[in-house]
């Protein structure tokens, strides 16, 4: 794992280079000034830039000799991917849906907030400050459902295919900014200590969250097992978009059991957790604190993430114990997941119409709704520009929040439903069982 540190996406880097030539970004033409006021104005500058979208720069371009090398890539199909697997593996995301959303949030994001060497990258970003965060978590859903969408969307030429392209050129971008600053102060980020920002071994994690962390640990600890074919379908899914985004995925995703090390290794080698691990965690927690879709109490977060992750690692990230009540809300959800997801995976017609049904409203909750990215998709920009002064902060500020009922009053109904069932039947057995018995000795 080591030499991973300190290798990256070379193609992707170069053609990055060609695209700035290309079309220069507005603040490499700005005047320049040596007063910190004029410097702060160019940062505002460049934040408030008109759209540069990479991705149709590198299509318009693709003959340039430069860029056709990136383009053939991304536009040629390895033999290894098998297109009715992708589109299977694609609907494993939707067949345990509820689930997945969860696992992501609480325990692939959250819990990724552990890997000291990631965050170091991430707080350098400024773009999980609570103001900040909160959009820039339904982006990476937006990009995992055009993803998901359809298997158009996943080929070359579709609308998640270009996104997948667009966060590679992203990473590009924000690791030659922070080189950039490095070299200028070694002491703005330790390269030995850290590795090269957004290097190979980063990347292969990244992917892995959104799959080995989700079959192996995410859906497990709520009751749910996967088959081994969707294992097999949704890691193929992910290593063909690894493939488009840069990431070294020859062996470790090719086989299940080597994905399974990489990600205990990963575990093992990579959670160390930080003081900036703590302050970004803690700013995951508020910025979706009582907010829409989930309504859910901090408390109701943080009892996620533990259900997820465990103690020990919440501990050392900072998150406070809640009451043992949000623990039960918890059993609940996980419950209600497993009844839903094993009944209807268990029916054809019926998990061909939750797949259809979860595809459609995952896309207008997290893009289209006015509680999500209100239409306004997201083309994966440089916004978030690493400067000196960047570094995420712990956010004490009050910003105005929605409060009404949601996520646990949805599970609070689901626990009496529980309790009240399990009690019922409880009752019904024992008396079935004394009826049973006293029919037996009455015949002695």
């Not at 119409?353 to 509680?371: A, H, P, Y």
Request: hydrophobic share 40%.
């Amino acid at each position: 794992m080591y030499p991973l540190k300190f290798s990256y996406d070379v193609l992707g880097e170069k053609a990055l280079e060609r695209l700035n030539e290309i079309s220069p970004t507005p603040r490499s033409v700005l005047p320049r000034s040596n007063s910190q006021a004029r410097k702060n104005q160019d940062v505002k500058e460049e934040q408030n830039q008109a759209h540069r979208d990479l991705f149709a720069i590198l299509r318009d371009h693709k003959d340039d000799p430069n860029l056709r090398e990136l383009w053939t890539q991304v536009n040629t199909v390895p033999e290894w991917v098998d297109w009715e697997q992708v589109s299977r593996g694609q609907d494993v995301f939707y067949r345990y849906g509820g689930a997945n959303l969860t696992g992501l949030a609480y325990q692939s994001l959250l819990g990724g907030m552990g890997a000291q060497r990631v965050v170091e990258t991430l707080a350098r970003t400024g773009g999980f400050s609570t103001k900040v965060a909160r959009r820039r978590l339904y982006e990476t859903t937006q990009h995992i459902l055009q993803c998901t969408r359809s298997l158009e969307s996943i080929q070359p030429g579709g609308e998640g295919w270009a996104s997948t392209i667009r966060v590679r050129l992203l990473h590009a971008a924000v690791r030659q900014r922070i080189m950039k600053l490095t070299k200028e102060r070694p002491e703005y980020y330790n390269v030995e200590k850290w590795g090269i920002p957004v290097n190979d071994l980063d990347s292969m994690a990244t992917i892995g969250t959104f799959s080995a962390t989700l079959i192996w640990l995410a859906l497990p600890r709520q009751g749910i097992f996967l088959r081994e074919h969707e294992i097999v379908d949704y890691l193929a899914l992910w290593r063909y978009i690894g493939y488009v985004i840069g990431a070294p995925t020859e062996t470790w995703l090719s086989d299940p059991k080597q994905t399974k090390m990489l990600m205990e290794s990963l575990l093992y080698y990579e959670i160390n957790p930080s003081s900036t691990s703590q302050i970004l965690a803690t700013n995951l927690i508020r910025c979706l604190e009582d907010r829409p879709p989930m309504y859910a109490t901090d408390s109701m977060l943080i009892a996620s993430a533990r259900w997820l992750n465990g103690n020990e690692l919440c501990d050392r990230l900072g998150l406070k114990r809640p009451p043992f009540y949000y623990f039960a809300l918890m059993a609940a959800q996980c419950l209600f997941f497993m009844l839903s997801c094993y009944v209807y995976r268990a029916v054809p017609s019926w998990d061909r119409w939750k797949i259809k049904f979860l595809r459609k409203g995952f896309w207008t909750m997290i893009v289209e709704s006015q509680s999500g990215l209100m239409g306004e998709k997201s083309a994966f920009e440089f916004k978030h520009v690493p400067e000196f002064a960047t570094l995420t902060e712990m956010d004490d500020s009050e910003e105005a929040k929605m409060k009404t009922g949601g996520v646990e009053t949805r599970n609070l109904k689901w626990l009496v439903i529980f309790v009240v069932g399990g009690g019922i039947a409880t009752w019904l057995g024992v008396k079935v069982t004394l009826g049973i018995t006293k029919r037996v000795l009455g015949g002695f």
